[in-house]
């Protein structure tokens, strides 16, 4: 919503699918400059793909 575009396409839904879990979402601030670094670093924390780059818990995200 923030880019105003889906962060993948492709030919077939098994493409996209395959996108998501290999793939590193497009950087968010490129698409839409009027996200700010900051919401821009969070994001990508929460979309890594390694469970270990992640938020451990909700309240760590808030903190």
Do not use: W, Y
């Not at 919503?1 to 601030?29: C, K, N, Y």
């Not at 670094?37 to 780059?53: G, H, M, V, Y």
Request: hydrophobic letters at 45%; proline letters at 11%.
């Amino acid at each position: 919503m923030l880019a105003g575009q889906v962060p993948f396409d492709g030919e077939t839904p098994l493409a996209v699918m395959r996108s998501h879990m290999e793939t590193p979402p497009p950087d968010i601030h490129t698409l839409n400059a009027e996200v700010s670094l900051d919401i821009t670093a969070l994001l990508n924390r929460c979309l890594a793909k390694s469970p270990a780059e992640r938020f451990e818990t909700p309240d760590a995200l808030v903190v």
